[in-house]
């Protein structure tokens, strides 16, 4: 039995699946997961922003020398832009040529979506709770998503990965608040908690498949 935090707050007790024998698990799972998604959520108005602005410029320096010396993030300290422009950067650099030039012109919901793949192929942790809870649960047609089952989730990551067991319970619950926050903003999360489907048009389910075929299953989608 392991403690999970609830979505109050409250610990809850939650019995985990049998532990595999290690030599069963695929290489990927025991890669050490970068844990650092706690700076902020989908960042999607200055994703945005930097995106146009790399694209008149084509050079990651330069961007990030306009952004701070013109405060264009609208930060209160050059600490905080510095450390906005690097999450965001780190984000868009995971997206293709391609890609990064389709959503500048595309609508809203559609650059969130190429924005939760930055997301997700930034923080390898994200990229697998979106598959392994969020689009297991709506292929089996079961639409409520909780906190607790991202405890769930934190706690099986943790018995194998020491870099999420270390994680202090403070942190942690600021990583599945901008988690769960970053879902709402991408349009994939109701306000309700429930699993949204997404309908990707076919030219950006082209462009993900052609990045590699297994991003699609990021999204929550009968289709793909």
């Not at 844990?35 to 945005?48: G, K, Q, R, V």
């Amino acid at each position: 039995m392991i403690d999970n935090v609830g979505s109050k707050g409250q610990f809850v007790m939650n019995r985990l699946p049998d532990k595999p024998k290690e030599r069963d698990l695929p290489r990927m799972t025991t890669a050490p997961y970068s844990m650092s998604f706690t700076t902020a959520s989908l960042l999607s108005h200055e994703s945005i922003l930097v995106a146009e602005m790399f694209a008149d410029v084509d050079d990651w320096d330069e961007v990030r020398r306009r952004i701070l010396s013109d405060n264009r993030l609208q930060m209160r300290t050059t600490n905080a832009a510095k450390r906005i422009f690097s999450e965001v950067a780190s984000r868009l650099r995971q997206l293709t040529p391609e890609q990064m030039a389709y959503m500048l012109p595309a609508e809203r919901r559609e650059q969130n979506y190429l924005l939760w793949l930055a997301y997700c192929k930034r923080y390898r942790f994200v990229y697998d709770f979106a598959v392994e809870v969020v689009q297991e649960k709506f292929r089996r047609l079961d639409l409520s998503l909780t906190y607790e089952e991202y405890d769930i989730f934190f706690n099986n990551k943790a018995e194998w990965h020491p870099e999420v067991a270390r994680i202090a319970e403070a942190t942690r619950k600021k990583q599945r608040q901008f988690l769960f926050k970053s879902m709402r903003e991408a349009e994939l999360l109701s306000d309700a908690g429930q699993i949204m489907p997404v309908f990707l048009s076919p030219h950006l389910i082209r462009l993900i498949t052609r990045d590699d075929p297994a991003h699609l299953a990021i999204f929550a989608s009968q289709t793909l």
